[in-house]
């Protein structure tokens, strides 16, 4: 899945921040940011811009927590919604299952989820206080199909038209 890489927006005109120094971390990401690029629904978007502090409850300290993505959504009543988006595979969207043993991976799997859960958390709240909406997206929601121009959309978390 990881392929940090730089993406050229087709339309940098939706996206609100420097279109020429846009990095993506993963595939998935790369995929996420060119349906949005792609997509009409989409007003504006920032990959990686939006920044929410949280607390670590592995240290105890403040940190950055750097939001996948921000987008803007035009939505099928003609109403701007605001998503902030993380990209994440569903195996760490729950706490690891022990097997029996408390090998390093598991422990690294269970501090992470920890420290996950805490950015999360920030991230709705922050979402919350300004009216926008957090999600987490995985590989069952990544579905996108591009067939002749036609849009297909399999986000369950977001309500959005699609091309007639």
Request: proline fraction near 5%.
């Amino acid at each position: 899945m990881f392929h940090k890489r730089k993406y050229t927006p087709i339309n940098p005109s939706k996206y609100d921040g420097n279109p020429t120094n846009i990095i993506m971390r993963s595939s998935w990401e790369t995929r996420f940011a060119t349906w949005c690029d792609r997509s009409d629904h989409v007003v504006k978007w920032k990959s990686e811009e939006t920044v929410v502090p949280y607390r670590s409850p592995i240290d105890n300290n403040i940190h950055r927590y750097f939001i996948d993505f921000t987008i803007q959504i035009r939505d099928k009543h003609d109403q701007l919604n605001t998503y902030l988006v993380e990209i994440k595979p569903k195996v760490q969207c729950s706490p690891p299952k022990f097997k029996g043993r408390r090998t390093k991976r598991y422990l690294a799997e269970q501090k992470a989820f920890i420290v996950n859960s805490a950015k999360w958390k920030a991230a709705e709240q922050y979402a919350l206080d300004r009216g926008q909406r957090f999600i987490i997206i995985n590989e069952d929601d990544l579905g996108l199909t591009w067939k002749t121009g036609i849009e297909t959309v399999s986000y369950t978390h977001l309500t959005l038209p699609t091309k007639a």
